[in-house]
């Protein structure tokens, strides 16, 4: 069975300190690993990983794919209040179009 | 980027009525459109994906007929919950992928929360 795993489930950090959140998988033919932000509504894209070791980067945040040890982890540097947020992983596998998501991370950034 | 809409966005029903949820992409075609429910503090459980013209496959543990899903055309699919109950009270989420195009990134809507009373 595909299992997404993000770890920590929650974490409290002081403006302007710098973040990492993780997430493993195991998924059957292996697409893609996507990084969502959700904080009242539906998850806001972030990022879409497919190749291991290139570094996806928007502002702040990065990403980057480690598809030997089956992991990515999301950066986020600098932390502002307007990144607490839930962040959510999901991968994709080629046997379909949907989306299998982890647990998010629920992240308190205070000021 | 591509939009989803979902209406309504907020709903409240009474136990044993049913209720339905639209999602339509405003901006492209969709294929392909998921529906995924999300209880309080947790993640988003896919319920059942749905392509355009033809039925839509159930994850296990999803009662088809409860949640009644049809996409009738490449913009809107619909969810409805039938004989609504105080358990089923949860944030609905569709997202849509234009997968004739080849790619698989999902536009999600912006959610739809059902109130049972």
């Known amino acids: 069975e595909d299992k997404v795993v993000q770890s920590p489930l929650s974490l409290v950090v002081h403006e302007g300190d710098t973040v990492t959140l993780n997430c493993s998988y195991e998924v059957t033919n292996f697409r893609s690993l996507l990084w969502y932000k959700q904080e009242k509504k539906a998850p806001t894209f972030l990022f879409m990983l497919t190749s291991s070791g290139i570094e996806k980067k928007s502002g702040r945040l990065s990403s980057i794919l480690d598809k030997k040890e089956l992991s990515s982890i999301l950066n986020i540097t600098a932390t502002q209040t307007g990144d607490s947020a839930i962040y959510l992983c999901?991968?994709?596998?080629?046997?379909?179009?949907?989306?299998?998501f982890g647990k998010g991370t629920s992240l308190l950034v205070t000021p | 980027g591509a939009v989803v809409s979902q209406h309504p966005s907020r709903v409240i029903c009474k136990s044993g009525t049913s209720v339905k949820i639209e999602c339509r992409s405003l901006d492209f075609q969709a294929t392909t459109m998921f529906w995924y429910r999300q209880f309080p503090k947790q993640s988003l459980m896919l319920m059942a994906t749905s392509n355009e013209g033809s039925k839509a496959t159930y994850e296990q543990g999803v009662e088809k007929d409860k949640f009644l899903i049809n996409h009738a055309s490449l913009t809107l699919s619909t969810l409805t919950v039938t004989s609504a109950h105080p358990e089923d009270s949860s944030f609905y989420i569709c997202?849509?992928?234009?997968?004739?195009?080849?790619?698989?990134?999902?536009?999600f809507g912006p959610g739809t929360r059902l109130t049972v009373t």
């Open positions: 997202s849509a992928s234009d997968t004739g195009q080849g790619t698989y990134e999902q536009y």
């Open positions: 999901a991968v994709s596998s080629n046997s379909g179009y949907a989306l299998n």
